[in-house]
């Protein structure tokens, strides 16, 4: 059972502010299970206590969970001094200032990106203890025909300073100008995947993130779009992080 003020589990909503919400409460709007309340400090178990606003039947959650579509040429970052950032897109979202991306893409890279205001699930996904998958489509240079990659699925890849967990590599299509491949990496270093690509002489052209764990990236968001993860999402994708 988890108990809050009901001004918090108003505002946790988006509607408004603490200060916003008390009018709501005042001018007898919000209801709680049979009875109209209008003391914001009310405690509401956020389980069991139904509460309609206007009537309307409101389902709580504290956190918000959204899958955005980033397009190339944005920083994934609230705010930077040389480029746009990801963050633009949501400064009209009522949770804007409490929201974040998890992770990073490049500035050239598009697709998947969870933004989200839940720092434990963030801080989880991107933590390599949980070897969270993590699926590109790239367009590499250069011909990858009859190319065979499985020894990196057991052993990864060493570089000077570091190697990379195991690795799978899938070929779409090969040409001798370029190849489309599926790269499924386990983790989130900076660049993982240009540098694996480059160090096997095929310099990525296009990369696009398409899955991170469980979750798809849903084709129907164009690029700067987003929308709300469902409710099956979200715990699937916390079951992944045992949350
Ligand atoms: N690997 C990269 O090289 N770039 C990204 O944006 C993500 C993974």
Not at 26 to 51: F, G, H, L
């Amino acid at each position: 059972m988890k108990k809050i003020r009901l001004d918090k589990f108003l505002a946790d909503l988006g509607f408004g502010t603490r200060k916003e919400v008390k009018k709501l409460i005042k001018q007898k709007r919000v209801q709680v299970n049979d009875s109209i309340i209008n003391s914001p400090s009310y405690a509401i178990d956020t389980e069991k206590d139904r509460v309609y606003l206007d009537g309307e039947l409101l389902e709580y959650s504290e956190h918000h969970y959204y899958m955005f579509n980033k397009p190339s040429g944005y920083v994934t970052a609230r705010e930077d001094r040389t480029y746009p950032a990801v963050m633009e897109f949501f400064e009209d979202n009522p949770f804007y200032k409490k929201l974040f991306p998890v992770g990073r893409l490049d500035l050239d890279t598009e697709g998947l990106l969870i933004i989200t205001d839940d720092g434990q699930l963030s801080h989880r996904i991107a933590h390599p203890k949980w070897e969270i998958e993590k699926e590109y489509y790239a367009v590499v240079k250069g011909d990858l025909s009859g190319k065979n990659f499985s020894r990196y699925e057991k052993e990864g890849m060493k570089f000077k300073n570091f190697t990379t967990k195991p690795f799978k590599i899938k070929i779409l299509s090969a040409s001798p100008e370029k190849s489309e491949i599926l790269i499924t990496v386990k983790e989130g270093k900076h660049h993982i995947v240009k540098k694996i690509m480059e160090k096997l002489g095929y310099p990525v052209l296009y990369l696009k993130r398409i899955r991170i764990g469980n979750l798809k990236l849903d084709e129907t968001l164009e690029p700067g779009e987003y929308r709300e993860l469902t409710e099956e999402e979200i715990k699937n994708l916390k079951k992944l992080v045992n949350l």
